[in-house]
């Protein structure tokens, strides 16, 4: 399965902000919850996630447990040469998870 | 005078209570802020003394929030930007979650729009406060408030 869904428009215009959105799947485990022999179970975060532009970071998202599991963001990017966007996360446990989503300036 | 009176009289005071409310209510927001910071040490802490402009930013929630596990929340700081400051940060901080500081949004390079949306987890009723840092180090901040019917992280706290 995979861990991460992009929605990129398919051609954006040069020097006009476009938008991206990304789920992640994550349990986000805000660690107060127990498990069903009531031990506590650890938290859990993607704690930071980051999206890069042809290799320059563009955005950046600090993460906590008060961000919703799977979650969800969208944000603008300025569009300014055809290129890729890379998106990449770790979580608490220090998973990391990448993406990518090809970007055409027309 | 005695508190009791004709009815036209009832009426007349109640008008005149309400005007009086009337124009109360811009100083009220004012001190509505000011509250804010007071209630939310995390959002104090960052501030540091700092006061930002109630201004310029919208933090768009539902005033109802059935499920406090998943809300819709989206961050919106008005432009134009471009060629003065841009949002650089936006930190959005909870009243009442066990970790306050929800989550930071950082745009190393300029936006001309930014907009950003997530779901949060909230636990209980509260009021969330966003604040925008621009490149000039100028503040904003925006505060909402949700009623929240099913709290997160019910067990265990």
Redesign the interface.
């Known amino acids: 399965m995979p861990d991460a869904r992009v929605n990129v428009p398919a051609e954006v215009a040069r020097d ?2 476009f938008e991206v959105r990304v789920l992640v799947r994550h349990p ?1 485990e ?1 660690g ?3 498990d069903d022999g009531g031990k ?1 179970i650890p938290r859990n975060v993607v704690s930071t996630f980051t999206c890069r ?1 042809n290799g ?14 799977n ?8 569009a300014r040469e055809s290129g890729q966007l890379t998106f990449e996360w770790i979580d608490d446990a220090g998973i990391r998870g990448d993406e990518r989503a090809a970007v055409t300036v027309v | 005078m005695t508190m009791d009176g004709s009815p036209r009289q009832r009426i007349r005071r109640r008008l005149l209570q309400g005007g009086a409310a009337l124009a109360l209510v811009p100083w009220l927001s004012a001190r509505g802020a000011e509250r804010d910071i007071a209630d939310i040490p995390a959002l104090a802490a960052f501030l540091a003394g700092r006061t930002p402009r109630w201004e310029r930013m919208r933090l768009d929630l539902p005033a109802l929030a059935d499920n406090g ?3 819709p929340m989206k961050i919106a700081v008005d432009g134009p930007f471009a060629p003065g400051p841009y949002v650089r940060v936006i930190r ?1 901080f ?1 009243q009442r ?3 306050p ?22 636990a209980g009723t509260q009021r969330v406060v966003a604040v925008a840092t621009l490149s000039d180090g100028v503040l904003y901040a925006v505060g909402a408030d949700v009623v929240v019917t099913i709290d ?2 019910m ?3």
Not at chain 1, 71 to 78: A, C, E, H, N, Q
Not at chain 2, 103 to 120: D, G, L, Y
């Open positions: 006009k902000p986000m805000t107060y919850r127990t506590a532009y320059e970071t563009v955005f950046s998202a600090h993460l906590s447990p008060g961000i919703a599991a979650p969800y963001l969208r944000f603008f990017v300025t | 596990q998943a809300v959005l909870s979650n066990p970790v500081e929800m989550a930071t949004f950082e745009f190393p390079v300029a936006v001309e729009r930014i907009e950003v949306e997530s779901r949060i987890r909230l997160a992280c067990d265990g706290t």
